[in-house]
């Protein structure tokens, strides 16, 4: 999740849309069921069909990810997780039908030492977990990684998004992760959730503690309250431009159906951002040219399929991307030792963790990376991967020095 208020208008909408919009295997036979079933699930929208001149499909995004995931070393698996068609005794179902047509939650395994502690990678908002690329080689040294795409995201299914309340589509993320869960059998796990990831990996831990040992953030959204920047956002909505923002947010107008409109030059305006915000714009270590190439390819197909996940966003967040429920009203509430993780050049704030972390009764420590913003473990990944083993490190090996605070990191 990301919007970024304090620009001058010129750079706004720059950042507004493409920041919303980021993120060889072996495939199974029920993955490939899944993907001819959808294959022919273009996206649908408000744009004139004649503009959608490039296809995409569930097939697209899945050849896209593994062309991104062929720069990574370690052995992987793919798999699509089936998840029911809904919750049981839930009031929300996941598509628009009477009927009981399964989902499937788009799932990467990579392969780890034997007994090696369970670490799950939630994606943000306009993501899929193939953003994590940069970190699947060293984490899977010292953890068994498995990274999915939410529901409505990525290769996973993308029902019709039927929520209208917060309540409602927190239900949707939470509830279709935990059947993802109890399909997968996992258990006493590490949960790691960047931006919108982390709010809701932070309120699935709310909901369900007892699955999960150790909690971390990255760049959390929806932490702070509105309240912290209320006169701020008050004015900005006053203009011309303010106002012009808010009602195509209350619109629900998502950045992804900017992409998706401009047809043939939406792989275009998906390469101008990567290539400026991890590279001429990023203070850390920027992308390679194949890499750049790869992940644009990615986020296209990602961003340019069917509206579904995407369409959360208004029910969650205030404008000005602060949560209708921030995470700061339940700190005391919080079960599961957690640690925060921050981009020094960050623009969700590490200082609404600090205010959490006076009301919350578990162990907390709050990590700023150097050379690094939003997407820290793209832009720093050696300093993103030491902030998580620090982090994790009562279950790592007892062979791994990681007692002391690594050099370079900054303790907030």
Known sequence: MSLRLPLRRSQRWFYLLPTMANEAASSTPTATATATATRSSTTRS???????????????IIAAEKRLLSVIKTPYTQEQVNIGSSPPGSKVRWFRSTSDEPRFINTVTFDSKEDAPTLVMVHGYGASQGFFFRNFDALAKHFR???????????????????????ETEAWFIDSFEEWRKAKNLSNIILLGHSFGGYIAAKYALKHPEHIKHLILVGCAGVASETDAL??????RATWTGALINHLWE????????????GPFGPDMVRKYTSARFGAYSSGQVLTEDESRLLTDYVYHTQAAKASGELCLKYIFAF????????????????????????????????????????????????????GG?????????????????????????????????????SA
């Open 145 to 167: 990684v498995i990274a999915i795409d939410q529901l409505g995201w990525g290769g996973s299914s993308r029902p019709d998004f039927t929520c209208k309340s917060t309540e």
């Open 374 to 410: 939003h997407y820290s473990f793209i832009d720093n990944p050696t300093g993103f991967h030491a902030a998580v083993l620090y982090g994790c490190r009562k279950f790592l090996s007892p062979d791994l020095d990681n007692d002391s605070f690594p050099e370079g990191l900054i």
């Open 251 to 262: 619109s629900n107008f998502t950045p992804q159906k900017v992409i998706r409109g401009f």
């Open 231 to 236: 006169e701020r956002i008050t004015r900005f």
């Open 46 to 60: 408000l744009w004139p069909a004649v503009l959608r001149w490039i296809p995409t499909s569930t097939d697209h």
């Open 320 to 371: 000005g991307a602060f949560a209708r429920v921030p995470l700061l009203h339940s700190a005391s509430e919080w079960k599961v030792p957690t640690t925060f993780i921050y981009g020094y050049d960050d623009w969700m704030s590490y200082q609404g963790a600090q205010e959490a972390r006076k009301h919350m009764k578990v162990p907390c420590e709050i990590i700023r990376v150097p050379q």
